[in-house]
């Protein structure tokens, strides 16, 4: 005969399954990325699963799926607010669909270096973005690097404004980024990435623009000859989490997964940036690489003006005023 004190241990068993609640088994949570394995965006996931679980003393446990197997940044996005899924580290272009305010971070020239983006994305500026997500069910940890992005084509190295002008440059399909490249006196020429080597074998298109891990990835090296460490464009992703998931969670676990993140967020940070030099070095053995000085990245950016006030004009004015203090104050 099944007692009272069997079914409440079931009971406290199957809760300890679930995706949220707490009780006396361990709370198991998923979190997706989009990327493989051994891209920064999941090892850092990867630490944050292992942080999470020391830090809780084993009463939260985060397992990892990776390369897009629970879908891509919007879908995983959806599930954390409908809460079948916990966390996920999405792009800001994709959580511009929920506050256009974060399509700020990824305006052309405006963070000098990573330790520059570091310093405004982890300021007020950075955690006013993030606080905003409170109301779309979604709790915003940190900000984690991509890389910046560069230009890459098979005319000329690019030095300067100048050079841009009359280049074939392949874009995403997105309005900001294709403005960008025309302000530039490009003809920007927007097609899936998965078009793009073809297009640059046979010269539909004279180039294009990604961070390093593409283009290693996808071997553009093979048909472009040059690089120019342009720096045009910060690419950024967002370390959140489930506001139903974690509302099932007690203070104390909050709070431990709070600063699993922030020391995560540190960590997946230097790998992303170990990674960028590590590609660089060996793109540097296959293409022709120049540095583009700040004052000529700047000069591209002022040549841009146009460009950037028609695209913040579509954002808050009190947030844009604070955001661009921020980016004076941490030059």
């Given at each position: 005969m099944i007692s009272v004190k069997h079914i409440l241990l079931a009971s406290a068993l199957v809760a300890g399954l679930g995706l949220?609640?707490?009780?006396?088994?361990?709370?198991?949570?998923?979190?997706?990325?989009?990327?493989?394995d051994t891209h920064p965006q999941t090892l850092g996931a990867k630490r944050f699963a292992e942080l999470v679980e020391e830090k809780t003393d084993g009463e939260v446990k985060v397992q990892v799926f990776s390369n897009?197997?629970?879908?891509?940044?919007?879908?995983?996005?959806?599930?954390?607010?409908?809460?079948?899924?916990?966390?996920?580290?999405?792009?800001?272009?994709?959580l511009a669909s929920l506050n256009p305010n974060f399509s700020i971070v990824s305006l052309p020239f405006q963070f000098d270096d990573s330790e520059h983006a570091d310093a405004v994305l982890d300021g007020p500026a950075g955690r006013d973005l993030l606080a905003s997500l409170a109301d779309k069910g979604l709790v915003g940890y940190e900000f984690w690097e991509n890389g910046f992005r560069h230009i890459t084509n098979s005319r000329r190295a690019v030095e300067a404004a100048d050079d841009v002008e009359g280049l074939k440059i392949r874009t995403m399909q997105n309005e900001l980024y294709i403005d960008m490249f025309n302000?530039?006196?490009a003809n920007a020429v927007p097609m899936p990435v998965n078009e793009l080597f073809t297009a640059l074998e046979t010269r539909t298109v004279?180039?294009?623009?990604?961070?390093?891990?593409?283009?290693?990835?996808?071997r553009?090296?093979?048909?472009?000859?040059?690089?120019?460490?342009?720096?045009?464009?910060?690419?950024?992703?967002v370390l959140i989490?489930?506001?139903?998931?974690?509302?099932?969670?007690?203070?104390d676990q909050r709070e431990a997964i709070a600063e699993a993140a922030r020391e995560a967020t540190l960590y997946q940070r230097q790998a992303s940036r170990e990674l960028n030099d590590r590609l660089l070095a060996e793109l540097s053995d296959k293409m022709t690489v120049n540095a583009v000085p700040l004052e000529q990245r700047r000069a591209m950016g002022e040549r841009l003006?146009?460009?950037?006030?028609?695209?913040?004009?579509?954002?808050?004015?009190d947030f844009v005023a604070d955001f661009d203090k921020a980016l004076a104050e941490a030059r």
């Open positions: 949220g609640g707490t009780s006396l088994a361990a709370v198991t949570a998923r979190m997706g990325t989009s990327l493989p897009g197997i629970l879908g891509n940044d919007v879908n995983m996005t959806s599930m954390l607010q409908a809460g079948t899924l916990a966390f996920t580290a999405p792009s800001t272009a994709t302000g530039l006196g004279d180039g294009q623009e990604n961070p390093y891990s593409v283009i290693e990835s996808k553009f090296f093979e048909v472009q000859q040059y690089l120019s460490q342009t720096a045009h464009a910060y690419d950024a992703q989490g489930s506001a139903s998931f974690l509302d099932g969670l007690t203070d003006a146009p460009v950037i006030e028609a695209h913040r004009d579509a954002l808050a004015a």
